[in-house]
C-alpha cells in the first residue's frame, strides 16, 4: 500500500533533516589534509571521491525502489547507520587502500539516503507544491550542509578526531531516531520488483521515458561532471596549494551554502513560476561556464574566492531547478523510480568528474578549474536543445 506523508509528518520529519543534512559533509574541509598527511599521490583525491561515487551510483536505483516498497523511513535508517560505518573507517584509516575502502562503504549507502530525503519532500505535496518542496529540499540541504561544513571545519583545527566523533555520533543519532520521529510504516516487499542494477533501472525506464526526461538525464551528468571537476580540485587546490586550514574551507562553503539560501528566495522561486525553465537553466550555466572561466584566470586569492563562490550561487539555482525538470515531472507511482535515475546521472557524473579532477590536477593545478568551464558552456547548449523538443512534444 502506498502511503504519502502528511504534512505534520514533514514538519516532524524536518528537525531531523537538519541534523542530517549537517552532519554528512562535516568531514569534507579535513579531508584533503587526511589525503595528504597519508603521503600518497595527488591524484588520489579524485579516486577516492569516485570510489564513492561509483557504489552510489551502483546501488542508488535499489535503494529508489526499496524505499517504494518499504516506505522512506525504514530505508533512511539503514542508509544513514551504513554512511556512519564508512566514516569511522575513514576516521582510521591509514594507507591508500583503507582510504578507498572508506570511501566505497560510505558511497554504498549515500545514495540511498539522498534519493529518500528527496523523495520524502517530494511526496508531501502533490502539483506546484511538490515542485516547491523539491527546490526546498536542495536549497535546505544547502544550508544545512553548510552549517556542517563550518562546525566540521573549526573542529578539524583542534582535531580531525572532534569532526569525526561529532559527525558519527549525529548519524547514528539520526539512524536510531528517524523511525520514531517520522513513524511511517514499512511496505509490502512484493512492490519489489526491478534488479538492483542502474543499468537495469535505466532499461525499465523505457516505459515512461521520452526525449525531455532523456536530455534532462544528460544535462545531469554533464553539469555533475563538470561541478566534480571544480569541487574536488578546489577544495584540493585550497589546502595543497594556498595552505588554508580546514576551518577556512569550512567557512568558504558555509559562505556558499548561505547565498545559496538567498539565490533560492531571490531568484529560484520566482524562476519557477515563470514556468521558463529551460531558458533559465541555460542562462545560469552560462553564467557558471563565464566564471569558472573567471577562477581559472585568477590570480589573487580575493579573485579566486569571489569568482568561485559565484559559480556557487549560479549552480546552486541551476541545481534547484534540474531537480524539478526531472523529478518534480514524475508520476506519484514513478517518484521512486525517477529519483532513482537522477541519483544514478549525478552519480554517474561524480565519478567521471573526480577521476578526471584528480589526473587533470597532476598536469596543472587549475586545469581542472577550465575542464569545468567547457563542460558547462556544454550544458548551455544541451538545456536550448532541452527547451527546444520540449517545446517540439508540446506541439505534437
Request: one cysteine or more.
Amino acid at each position: 500500500m502506498n502511503i504519502n506523508p502528511s504534512p505534520l509528518t514533514l514538519r516532524r520529519y524536518f528537525p531531523w533533516f537538519f541534523l542530517y543534512a549537517m552532519a554528512c559533509p562535516m568531514a569534507f574541509p579535513i579531508t584533503p589534509a587526511i589525503i595528504s598527511g597519508l603521503g600518497i599521490p595527488d591524484y588520489m583525491f579524485g579516486i577516492a571521491f569516485a570510489a564513492m561515487s561509483f557504489f552510489s551510483f551502483l546501488l542508488a536505483p535499489l535503494w529508489g525502489r526499496l524505499s517504494d516498497a518499504y516506505g522512506r523511513g525504514p530505508i533512511l535508517t539503514i542508509t544513514v547507520l551504513g554512511s556512519a560505518v564508512g566514516q569511522t573507517i575513514l576516521c582510521f584509516c591509514y594507507n591508500a587502500p583503507t582510504l578507498i575502502l572508506a570511501r566505497g562503504v560510505t558511497g554504498c549507502f549515500n545514495g540511498g539516503h539522498l534519493i529518500n530525503s528527496m523523495a520524502y519532500f517530494a511526496e508531501a505535496g502533490g502539483g506546484e507544491m511538490r515542485n516547491r518542496n523539491l527546490a526546498l529540499h536542495v536549497t535546505c540541504s544547502t544550508l544545512f550542509s553548510a552549517l556542517g561544513y563550518l562546525v566540521g571545519g573549526l573542529l578539524g583545527d583542534i582535531s580531525h578526531g572532534y569532526t569525526f566523533a561529532l559527525q558519527i555520533g549525529l548519524l547514528i543519532l539520526c539512524g536510531v531516531t528517524l523511525l520514531p520521529l517520522v513513524g511511517e510504516p514499512p511496505r509490502h516487499a512484493a512492490a519489489v520488483t526491478q534488479a538492483p542494477n542502474p543499468l537495469e533501472a535505466f532499461r525499465s525506464a523505457r516505459t515512461f521515458m521520452n526525449p525531455a526526461l532523456l536530455i534532462s538525464l544528460a544535462l545531469t551528468v554533464t553539469v555533475t561532471v563538470g561541478t566534480n571537476l571544480f569541487d574536488e580540485a578546489y577544495n584540493y587546490f585550497l589546502n595543497k596549494n594556498l595552505q588554508f586550514p580546514p576551518s577556512y574551507i569550512g567557512m568558504v562553503r558555509a559562505g556558499m551554502g548561505l547565498l545559496g539560501l538567498a539565490g533560492y528566495y531571490l531568484v529560484c522561486r520566482r524562476l519557477l513560476q515563470s514556468r521558463r525553465l529551460a531558458v533559465s537553466q541555460a542562462i545560469l550555466y552560462g553564467l557558471c561556464a563565464l566564471t569558472l572561466a573567471a577562477v581559472f584566470c585568477a590570480r589573487g586569492r580575493a579573485d579566486l574566492l569571489f569568482f568561485a563562490i559565484a559559480f556557487s550561487l549560479f549552480n546552486s539555482i541551476a541545481n534547484s531547478l534540474l531537480q524539478v525538470m526531472v523529478v518534480g515531472s514524475a508520476p506519484p507511482q514513478q517518484m521512486g523510480a525517477t529519483a532513482g535515475l537522477f541519483q544514478s546521472s549525478k552519480t554517474m557524473g561524480s565519478v567521471i568528474g573526480s577521476l578526471l579532477s584528480g589526473f587533470v590536477y597532476t598536469i596543472d593545478n587549475t586545469l581542472p578549474f577550465l575542464a569545468a568551464a567547457f563542460l558547462f558552456g556544454t550544458a548551455t547548449a544541451v538545456a536550448l536543445m532541452a527547451r527546444y523538443i520540449s517545446a517540439k512534444h508540446m506541439d505534437a
